[in-house]
């Protein structure tokens, strides 16, 4: 079992950045992957970047590619996302899950809010 905790959300303008952090119970992500998710009112949970833990891969959904970065840190045994230059489309709950394959994850952190105005 793999508890998650997002941390970092809170409120910026369009334009802005912020950047989330995802923690985990476990002393090592080997062999899982990482992925954020968002959920805004209204719609259904979506994909939003992920990274395997034990490769250097990363894969971004087409609406964030070239202004999130998904990121971790071995060491720390920590994942984050870089979230530049936002819009106010990006205004949802943030997920941080994790799984043993790119498409599929049974453990969920609580969510962290994110709004971006306009």
């Known amino acids: 079992q793999v508890q998650l905790v997002e941390s970092g959300g809170g409120s910026v303008q369009a334009g802005g950045s912020l950047r989330l952090s995802c923690s985990p119970s476990v002393r090592s992500l080997s062999g899982y992957y990482v992925g954020w998710f968002r959920q805004a009112p209204g719609k259904e949970r979506e994909f939003v970047a992920a990274v395997s833990w034990s490769w250097p891969s990363t894969y971004y959904a087409e609406t964030v590619k070239g202004r999130f970065t998904i990121s971790k840190d071995n060491i720390k045994n920590m994942v984050y996302l870089q979230m530049n230059s936002l819009k106010p489309e990006d205004t949802a709950v943030y997920y941080c899950?994790?799984?043993?394959?790119?498409?599929?994850?049974?453990?969920w952190g609580q969510g962290s809010q994110v709004t971006v105005s306009s």
């Open positions: 899950g994790a799984g043993n394959t790119w498409t599929e994850y049974p453990y």
